[in-house]
């Protein structure tokens, strides 16, 4: 009978292998120190002094700052949905404004230098959010601003404080390796260790 490549499981009467108790069961240790060597990398922290705090939401804030503004928008649009459709419509025109404005500086690549040495981009996003709370509070959307920023900053800055961006990504320096930066490590001298030899 073709088998077709598989392989048939011996059955027992042809097993000449010891007996259960001859052998001693290391699976049991094997997993053991499968278990110590997974480590439990959590991405939240509580900091050690509001020093550590304070640093820690700086560089949050400058490495999610994208991510927590659209966050506040997306509120802020979802509570504006239902019933004013005037400020919904201006909040809109605004952030094609602030879209345009960032698109032309990554267009012009040559020409930011230029616009930085007159105006700070990040004096045109302030700017540009002045108008936009202005434009909300002239259309009586006001409480919805105020409201989506009193629910939205407590949540940014909790997640800002607890979040830690250290040792869950590779750094620039150990990316020069190319794609076997997880399979090898760096000595202290430069030199590239592989896992064998370590």
């Not at 020409?111 to 930085?116: F, K, R, T």
């Not at 434009?135 to 607890?162: F, K, M």
């Amino acid at each position: 009978m073709a088998s077709y490549g598989t392989m048939h499981r011996p059955t027992a009467s042809s097993s000449t292998s010891p007996s259960k108790g001859d052998r001693p069961d290391d699976s049991k240790d094997s997993t053991r120190k499968k278990r110590n060597d997974f480590k439990l990398l959590c991405p939240f922290n509580v900091p050690l002094s509001p020093e550590a705090a304070a640093v820690r939401i700086i560089r949050n804030l400058g490495y999610f700052g994208l991510y927590y503004t659209i966050f506040v928008w997306i509120i802020l649009f979802i509570s504006l949905v239902p019933k004013r459709k005037v400020s919904l419509i201006f909040l809109v025109a605004m952030t094609l404004v602030t879209c345009f404005y960032l698109i032309l500086l990554r267009a012009l690549p040559n020409s930011v230098g230029l616009l930085d040495k007159v105006i700070d981009k990040r004096l045109v996003l302030a700017f540009l959010a002045a108008v936009t709370a202005a434009e909300l509070i002239l259309t009586r959307a006001g409480i919805h601003l105020c409201v989506t920023l009193a629910c939205g900053i407590p949540i940014i800055l909790v997640h800002a404080v607890l979040r830690v961006t250290d040792d869950l990504f590779v750094g620039e320096e150990t990316c020069a390796a190319g794609e076997l930066v997880p399979l090898v490590s760096m000595k202290s001298s430069g030199d590239i260790e592989s896992p064998a030899s370590m």
